[in-house]
Structure formats: C-alpha cells, structure tokens
T-cell receptor, first 116, second 115 residues
Framework: AQKVTQAQTEISVVEKEDVTLDCVYE???????LFWYKQPPSGELVFLIR??????QNEISGRYSWNFQKSTSSFNFTITASQVVDSAVYFC?????????????FGTGTRLTIIP | DTEVTQTPKHLVMGMTNKKSLKCEQH?????MYWYKQKAKKPPELMFV???????INESVPSRFSPECPNSSLLNLHLHALQPEDSALYLC??????????????FGSGTRLTVV
C-alpha cells in the first residue's frame, strides 16, 4: 500500500519569508513518481513538479525548490521569498507507473496562507 | 492546446434529476480520470479510462456512470444523487507507458451541489 503524509495542515507566514512544506511517503515499489500540485481557491490542480525514484537531484525553479531524500522518504518543497499569490492548498502525491491502471495517492494537503 | 476543459463549472441539481459532466482534452492523452474532492480533503479517484476502456472503478455507486465516447472526451452521468455527493469533480488526463509517467493535467473542476 502507498501512503503520503503531509503533517502540516495549515501554515501562515508573512510575505517575503521562506516556507518549507513537508512530504513523507511510503511505498514498497522501487520505481515510483512523486508530484507536487498547487490548488488555488478556483479549484484547479496546478502541476508543479514530477520526480522519479531514480533521480535524487534537488531541483530549483525560480522561487521554488524541492529536496528529495530517499533515505528519509521525504520530498519537501520550499518557497523562497513568498508572495501573496502563493496562498493555496499544496498537495504532495505518489504513484507507481502502470499507465492507465495507476492510482495517484494524495497527501491530505497543506493550506498555505501568505500574509501581506 | 495543453488544457483539460470541464463543463459546466457549477451545477445545482435535485435528487431526482439526471445531469452530465463533460471533460475534454486535445493533447492526445490516452488515459482520462475522474476524481471527487470534498471540502478540505484531497482528491479521491473514481474512474480511470485507458484507450477508451474502463480500467479502474473504485467501487463507485452506480448513480455515477462514466462514459468515454472517444479519446478526447470523458463524461460522467449523474442520476438520483444524494446531498452527500456534493463536491468538486475533477477530470484529468495523462500520457505514458508502463514504466514512465509523464504526469497528469487536471481540469478546473465542476462544483456540484445536490439539493
């Protein structure tokens, strides 16, 4: 069975502060994919990043960065110099590739509020 | 076109009504998905279609009936729903194979209220 844990239910930070969202996963598969999605109030799930289990390189995209550590089964997400537009619910998700027959397992989400 | 389009955006229906949700993508993706999301909860998988065939049904009640008329279109037919079925219904599509997953593109959802 697969499981994703996002222990932080809600986080509030003042604008321009850095914030890290935690994600811990469980799977018995050796090949798997991890995702982060952003869900603004409008409801759409916006894709942020996809990482496969064989690629442990950290990634930076503008103000966003991700730290993947297989040793601790974690895939944490950091926003640098946060902005009000970053306010949203963020979901970490996991699946095993089996195209058309796979189930994306979501964490419970972290609601991030950036205070102006 | 890199979008998944869902219509309608909002729907209010009575418990005796029959309605349909529509999802469309023109990215050539061969897998399409229906998710249900209750307030303050993560999305939950309902159905998966792969190459226009139903591949996963997560024990969804029969009052929800999916349909995939072609590779670009996915419908969800609703009949005799209950108030607890009120939720955001999200459609997604993906491309890949048995060892590679290229990620999922989600639509903006249909917010359904059953009265």
């Amino acid at each position: 069975a697969q499981k994703v844990t996002q222990a932080q239910t809600e986080i509030s930070v003042v604008e321009k502060e850095d914030v890290t969202l935690d994600c811990v996963y469980e799977t018995r598969d050796t090949t798997y994919y991890l995702f982060w999605y952003k869900q603004p109030p409008s409801g759409e799930l916006v894709f942020l990043i996809r990482r496969n289990s064989f690629d442990e390189q950290n990634e930076i995209s503008g103000r966003y960065s991700w730290n993947f550590q297989k040793s601790t089964s974690s895939f944490n997400f950091t926003i640098t110099a946060s902005q009000v537009v970053d306010s949203a619910v963020y979901f970490c998700a996991l699946n095993t590739p089996n195209f058309g027959n796979e189930k994306l397992t979501f964490g419970t989400g972290t609601r991030l509020t950036i205070i102006p | 076109d890199t979008e998944v389009t869902q219509t309608p955006k909002h729907l209010v229906m009575g418990m005796t009504n029959k309605k349909s949700l529509k999802c469309e993508q023109h990215m050539g993706h061969r897998a399409m998905y229906w998710y249900k999301q209750k307030a303050k909860k993560p999305p939950e998988l309902m159905f998966v279609y792969s190459y226009e065939k139903l591949s996963i049904n997560e024990s969804v009640p029969s009052r929800f009936s999916p349909e995939c008329p072609n590779s670009s279109l996915l419908n969800l037919h609703l009949h005799a729903l209950q108030p607890e079925d009120s939720a955001l219904y999200l459609c997604a599509s993906s491309q890949g194979d048995r060892v590679i997953n290229y990620g999922y593109t989600f639509g903006s959802g249909t917010r359904l209220t059953v009265v």
